[in-house]
């Protein structure tokens, strides 16, 4: 009979099991947020290291060297 009680006691409180399920709603929730919010900040992270990279890199570098050349050549022909 004990039990039964208890069990009434806590489950038979509306209120009380209303805010117990609200609050693993809201931790869902707040763990959903806080999840994506950390991916956007990987993503900006991951953003940047790649395009610090590629500018930084050798061939970028000897590939932009080369294209102010063949400007500087056009625009002597153009001048001419």
Known sequence: MLKVQLI???YGNVKLMNFIRGAKIMGIIV???YGFVGLVILFFIVQYAISSGIDNS???K???SELKEI???LNDLGGK
């Open 71 to 73: 400007k500087k050549q």
């Open 8 to 10: 009434l006691l806590i």
């Open 62 to 64: 000897a590939f932009r």
């Open 31 to 33: 763990s959903i947020f």
């Open 58 to 60: 050798k061939e970028v």
